[in-house]
């Protein structure tokens, strides 16, 4: 084989991951924007049990502002693992193939526990991490990021958040615990 034949293959090769990574975020774009409404809903009543539970706590109003900007990231996060959870799901299924509920949906539903399942875990970490070494929290989120994911998919408006950050909460969930 030449060498002209062989870059001409490797191109040919490198051409197709890349459009099926197009594709894959294309997939993943649909399922994140149309997840929307019900990541908001989700949002919103979370914030307002904050709320109340700050109000009712005798605790100064200004602490729900703290609150609201974690829960902005963790709404913000969930709504990326679970998106990502679907399009994988969906990937590899033949167009023509009929539709799967999602709760028999093993390969998502598998997805899904997992990814989400460590970002509670993360939430409870996360509040023991704030008491008694805070200065994890900034540092294993660092290590933690998931910078190609932001490029792919951007915070609902409604979350305006200032620095929009996604995570790898199974390595965030580590480094909280075995610094």
């Known amino acids: 084989m030449t060498a002209a034949v062989t870059r001409a293959l490797m191109l040919l090769i490198l051409l197709a991951a890349a459009g099926q990574a197009c594709a894959q975020d294309d997939a993943v774009q649909r399922v994140y924007s149309a997840m929307e409404p019900r990541i908001r809903a989700e949002y919103e009543f979370h914030l307002a049990g904050v709320a109340r539970q700050v109000l009712g706590s005798g605790a100064p109003a200004s602490k729900i502002e703290l609150f609201q900007g974690r829960l902005k990231m963790l709404a913000y996060n969930r709504a990326v693992l679970v998106a ?90 580590e480094c909280l615990m075995k610094r």
């Open 84 to 173: 990502y959870c679907i399009a994988d799901a969906e990937r590899d299924r033949p167009p023509t193939a009929a539709p799967v509920p999602m709760e028999r949906n093993l390969v998502l539903t598998t997805c899904v526990d997992d990814k989400v399942g460590q970002l509670q875990k993360f939430s409870q970490l996360a509040a023991y991490a704030d008491f008694f070494f805070p200065e994890r929290i900034e540092s294993c989120g660092e290590q933690s990021r998931a910078p190609a994911r932001e490029q792919v998919l951007r915070p609902y408006e409604f979350l305006s958040l200032n620095e929009p950050r996604l995570y790898d909460f199974a390595r965030y969930n």
